[in-house]
């Protein structure tokens, strides 16, 4: 196992204009980086809600290794049978029992154990079942020695740091997903857990959060239930590169916006 460990997280895939980025910019990106571990949300991939088996192999194929879900991965048909199907496709894992798919990825590469965990808040979200708990229960099952990613698909900033500082010290890294910004408040934490708010959004340059401008600022203006649709135009790449060290502490964070045009 090498003394030095890099992850990839990127942030939501919006569209066809987001997996052109990442078809067009990832493979370079990982070797660039030296990622050992490419991570990504999918949730808005198909059309911007949803995932299906299409868009989920060109995210695969493009050189992701974990696809991380959210409150929109159910929105195609099919959703069971992929959640269901394939180990590598993860929904929150605190939602209630009976939900179809997984919320933790486990990869063993090059002398490394991986596990990859999804969770989704609650604040201004569906009241589902605790993150903390959640969390809490997962990492009392894992043997140690293992590097620990938690991809945490929220709203509200209080309650990532929150998730965050609670388990500071028991995971590698903390990543928020979901609002389609990224932030600037990547830290390490007292007890060497990576942070950072939020990893920004794979997708259309000139949009608001991924779609079209002109229908969004309508929806505002007119408080009209306007559809919305995946912009056109150049697209980008947002994520973050966390540098482990060989017992899981984060070592540095790197911040990635890259113009895929």
């Not at 569209?15 to 030296?34: C, F, H, N, Q, W």
Request: contains cysteine; glycine residues 12%; charged residues 25%.
């Amino acid at each position: 196992m090498s003394d030095v460990l890099k992850v990839l997280m990127l942030g939501d895939v919006i569209g066809d204009s987001g997996l052109a980025a990442l078809k067009k910019r990832l493979p370079a990106l990982v070797a660039e980086t030296g990622a050992s571990l490419v991570i990504a949300n999918g949730e808005n991939a198909a059309d911007g809600f949803g995932l299906t088996r299409e868009t989920a192999d060109a995210m695969f194929s493009a050189g992701v290794d974990c696809i991380t879900g959210g409150n929109h991965v159910w929105e195609k048909k099919g959703s069971t049978e992929l959640l269901d199907g394939d180990s590598r496709i993860l929904r929150p894992l605190n939602y209630p029992r009976g939900a179809p798919g997984r919320g933790l990825f486990k990869l063993e590469r090059d002398g490394v154990t991986w596990h990859v965990f999804n969770v989704q808040g609650r604040e201004g979200m569906t009241p589902i079942d605790s993150p903390f708990a959640g969390m809490d229960e997962a990492l009392g099952e894992l043997a140690p020695g293992t590097m620990v990613i938690v991809d945490f698909h929220a709203e509200a900033f209080q309650e990532k740091e929150a998730l965050a500082l609670y388990l500071d010290g028991r995971v590698s890294a903390v990543a928020g997903t979901h609002t389609h910004i990224q932030t600037a408040d990547e830290r390490i934490l007292p007890k060497g857990t990576g942070y950072i708010g939020d990893l920004g959004m794979c997708g259309p340059v000139d949009s608001i959060i991924g779609v079209r401008i002109e229908e969004c600022i309508r929806r505002n203006v007119t408080q009209m239930p306007i559809k919305m649709e995946v912009a056109d135009g150049p697209s980008m790449i947002n994520g973050a590169v966390f540098t482990l060290d060989s017992s899981g502490i984060c070592t540095g964070i790197q911040r990635i916006r890259l113009d895929a045009d």
